[in-house]
């Protein structure tokens, strides 16, 4: 079975500062990796994933996370922040090859100040 | 655009009532899934729907939770007999395929009385 654990319940930050959301997996099989944003009142959207081949992902908005399978992490950086990222962010793993449920870490909440 | 719907996007309810919460996939997702966020912690898993496979009901937390779809299209999620622990953000979500990422609706809110 597969786990997350993001170790940062809460990140307080501010605007124009770098800032790094940690993962960690558990699994003992090869997995998929994702990042889910979820904006205030709003339902969660994809960010970034790790299926194959680089093992360092970008998302659109400037975010992006490296896949390292010795340390079984996923974290997820920023170099500059906005208010706009103030956010709910979750780690989430599946199965590689045979997707299903998705196991999601408890989130972290960053919060950008100005 | 037509992403994932879910209704109603509110509920409020006596404990020891029924709920019926619904969800319209994207066209052509044969893959559903039903998630449950309690305030302040991450997402449950709760049930998946892979096309006219047996769905996995692995994470249903008791026998008051039941979902159904017909095809490969809407899903409905019923609570019998609801309990204020069953308070939560109900989301679903579809994807193309099981090895494709999910999309997410913007979820119903049920608070139980």
């Known amino acids: 079975a597969q786990s997350v654990t993001q170790l940062d319940s809460q990140v307080p930050v501010f605007e124009e500062a770098p800032v790094e959301l940690r993962c960690n997996y558990s699994s003992s099989v090869s997995v998929y990796l994702f990042w889910y944003v979820q904006y205030p009142n709003q339902g969660l959207q994809l960010l970034l994933k790790y299926l194959s081949g680089s093992t360092l992902v970008e998302s659109i908005n400037g975010f992006e996370a490296e896949f390292n399978k010795s340390q079984t992490s996923f974290h997820l950086r920023k170099p500059s922040v906005h208010i706009s990222d103030t956010a709910e962010y979750f780690c989430a793993v599946t199965r590689r090859g045979n997707t299903d449920k998705l196991i999601f870490g408890t989130g972290t909440r960053l919060q950008v100040f100005p | 655009g037509a992403g994932v719907s879910q209704s109603p996007s509110n509920k409020v309810t006596e404990k020891g009532k029924d709920v019926e919460l619904r969800c319209d996939p994207i066209?052509?997702?044969?893959?559903l899934y039903w998630y449950r966020q309690r305030l302040g912690q991450g997402l449950e898993f709760l049930i998946y729907?892979?096309?006219?496979?047996?769905?996995?009901k692995s994470g249903l937390p008791s026998d008051r939770f039941s979902a159904e779809r017909t095809g490969e299209s809407v899903s409905t999620l019923t609570i019998q007999r609801t309990q204020q622990e069953d308070s939560a953000v109900y989301l679903c979500?579809?994807?193309?395929?099981?090895?494709?990422?999910?999309?997410f609706g913007d979820g119903t809110r049920l608070s139980i009385l």
């Open positions: 066209s052509g997702h044969t893959a």
């Open positions: 729907f892979q096309g006219n496979s047996a769905p996995d």
């Open positions: 979500a579809s994807s193309l395929s099981p090895v494709q990422p999910q999309h």
